[in-house]
C-alpha cells in the first residue's frame, strides 16, 4: 500500500519512507529497518525522517527500542475508491504477451 497521493509530490526518499511505514501499518519500524526498505544512504534517510516528522507526517515511538510511524493522516482508506483507471483491453493484451 502506498501513502495517500497528497504526500506524493515530496522527495523520493521521503515517499519512499512513508510507503515503507504505510505498508507496515500498526507495527512500526526501526531506523535500521526503514534504512534496509529504502534505497538510500543513513543521511539521506536521517534528513528525510526529520523533515517528515517536522511536518507532523510521521511519529516516533521510543520504549525500548525507537519505532517509527507513518501518520494516520497518511495512510489510505482501504475501501475508499481509487482514481485509477481500470485497465483497457490493449493493457490487458499488452500484459499477456510481456510487452
Do not use: N, Q, W
Not at 2 to 23: S, T
Not at 56 to 64: G, K, N, Y
Request: glycine share 4%; hydrophobic share 40%; charged share 40%.
Amino acid at each position: 500500500m502506498a501513502a495517500k497521493p497528497e504526500y506524493r509530490d515530496r522527495p523520493d526518499v521521503e515517499v519512499a519512507l512513508l510507503d515503507a511505514l504505510v505498508d507496515r501499518g500498526d507495527e512500526g519500524m526501526t531506523v535500521l529497518e526503514l534504512r534496509a526498505a529504502v534505497d538510500a544512504d543513513i543521511d539521506a534517510v536521517e534528513e528525510s525522517l526529520s523533515a517528515l516528522k517536522e511536518d507532523s507526517l510521521i511519529t516516533v515511538e521510543t520504549d525500548e527500542r525507537v519505532r517509527v510511524y507513518a501518520h494516520e493522516r497518511v495512510i489510505p482508506d482501504p475501501d475508499a475508491p481509487t482514481d485509477e483507471p481500470a485497465e483497457g483491453l490493449v493493457d490487458a493484451i499488452r500484459d499477456r504477451l510481456g510487452l
